[in-house]
């Protein structure tokens, strides 16, 4: 199914827009029904308890349309607001009834057979030092010293415990 959504705004004096068709998870909804306005509608409820009757009725305030109501338009119906006037519900014909059509329809190439290629780490990292050279490299880990020549500073004697505490006995 495809979905349609048109939002008109034209630059004259007042603005207006024109919208309908929303995809279901659509944001826009949301956006025009707050842009629509709300109403205020009164509302009550009526309640029987032991032979009582008790009734309630309050100001509620409302959307005009919610974003549900709005993405249930059927197709063909339209919300126009023009600015300084009341929105309204209308019905227009869609483009292709106008005698509205395009050139030829936009293809999008195919690249479905194309053949990949992958690399292995090696293959990467000198790509990325070929692209990206560094002044001055540090050594590649299978080229750096042994472990044992890293080490150039002398440790200090390790003691034991036990050469201590013997050497404090009397």
């Known amino acids: 199914m495809i979905y349609l959504l048109i939002v008109l705004s034209l630059s004259l004096p007042h603005q207006t827009t024109i919208f309908g068709g929303f995809a279901p998870q659509s944001q826009t909804a949301e956006v025009l029904s707050k ?3 709300s109403q205020t509608v009164q509302g009550g409820s009526i309640s029987k308890g032991k032979g009582e009757t008790s009734q309630s009725l309050q100001m509620v305030e409302r959307p005009l349309m919610t974003p549900d109501e709005l993405k249930a338009i059927p ?7 023009k600015t300084g006037a009341h929105p ?4 227009l014909r869609l483009f292709l009834d106008w005698g509205i059509t395009f050139g030829e329809a936009y293809q999008t190439p195919d690249r479905g057979q194309r053949k990949v290629y ?3 780490r090696k293959e990467l990292e000198e790509a990325i030092l070929e692209k990206y050279p560094q002044k001055n490299p540090a050594p590649h880990p299978s080229q750096a010293a042994p472990r044992a020549e890293r080490f150039t500073r002398p440790r200090p004697p390790m003691h034991r415990a036990e050469d201590e505490a013997s050497s404090l006995r009397p």
């Open 118 to 120: 992958y690399a292995d």
């Open 75 to 81: 197709k063909g119906q339209f919300i126009a607001m």
């Open 35 to 37: 842009a629509l306005g």
């Open 88 to 91: 309204m519900q209308t019905h």
